[in-house]
Every structure is written in structure tokens, then in C-alpha cells.
């Protein structure tokens, strides 16, 4: 079993930058393909990025690509998201998720392990 905590998040304006960060505990990290997701008030939860187990590969939904990077450092089991150029559509509770699965990173469904969430709002 994994346990995730999220931090990182809060109150920027349009523009900005933040990183966020997710620490997973246990000694399988490097087992799990981990993702971000955020939902928005009065929204669904959406995907937002994914990275493979060593990190080789990365998926981004297109309405932050170009603008997060997905990173994670397998020594300290902790996964990142860089955002940069954060607009307000932007703002919303974001989620760190682990997944066994090595297919559909993309989808709620692929993942096994869910954090609590973390604010981040943007204002304009």
C-alpha cells in the first residue's frame, strides 16, 4: 500500500509559477506510475499528467502542455509538477494519484492510490 501527501499548492497570480510536490511512503515508489489530476469547483476530476515508473516517459493533457512538466526522484519518493505561465482555469484541487497499471494513465480509473489534494488558486 502506498500513502501519498501533496503540498506545494496556494494563492498566485496569472503568470506565476509554483512546483508541486508529492511524497509517497513505503519502499515501492519506484513500482508505481504516478499522475496528477485536479478537479475544479462544480467539475469533474481531470487528468493533468502522468510519468512511467523510471520516469522514461510522460503524458500531458494538452490544456497544460508546454506549461507542466511531470518529474519524480525515485530516492525520495516523491513525485513533482512544475507549473509555469498558471492561468486562472488553472485553479482547482489537485490530486496525486499511483497506479500499478503500466496503460491508461490518462483515465481516474488506472489508479490505486489517491492523496488528499492541494489548492492551488490563480488569480487574474
Known amino acids: 500500500q502506498v500513502q501519498l501527501v501533496e503540498s506545494g499548492g496556494g494563492l498566485v497570480q496569472a503568470g506565476d509559477s509554483l512546483r508541486l510536490s508529492c511524497a509517497a511512503s513505503?519502499?515501492?515508489?519506484?513500482?508505481?506510475?504516478m499522475g496528477w489530476f485536479r478537479q475544479a469547483p462544480g467539475k469533474d476530476r481531470e487528468f493533468v499528467a502522468a510519468?512511467?515508473?523510471?520516469?522514461?516517459?510522460?503524458a500531458y493533457a494538452d490544456s497544460v502542455k508546454g506549461r507542466f512538466t511531470i518529474s519524480r526522484d525515485n530516492a525520495k519518493n516523491t513525485v513533482y509538477l512544475q507549473m509555469n505561465s498558471l492561468k486562472p482555469e488553472d485553479t482547482a484541487v489537485y490530486y496525486c494519484?499511483?497506479?500499478?497499471?503500466?496503460?491508461?494513465?490518462?483515465?481516474?480509473?488506472?489508479?490505486?492510490?489517491w492523496g488528499q489534494g492541494t489548492q492551488v488558486t490563480v488569480s487574474s
Open positions: 494519484a499511483a497506479s500499478l497499471r503500466r496503460y491508461g494513465l490518462t483515465t481516474i480509473s488506472s489508479y490505486d492510490y
Open positions: 510519468i512511467t515508473l523510471s520516469g522514461g516517459s510522460t
Open positions: 513505503g519502499r515501492t515508489f519506484s513500482s508505481y506510475a
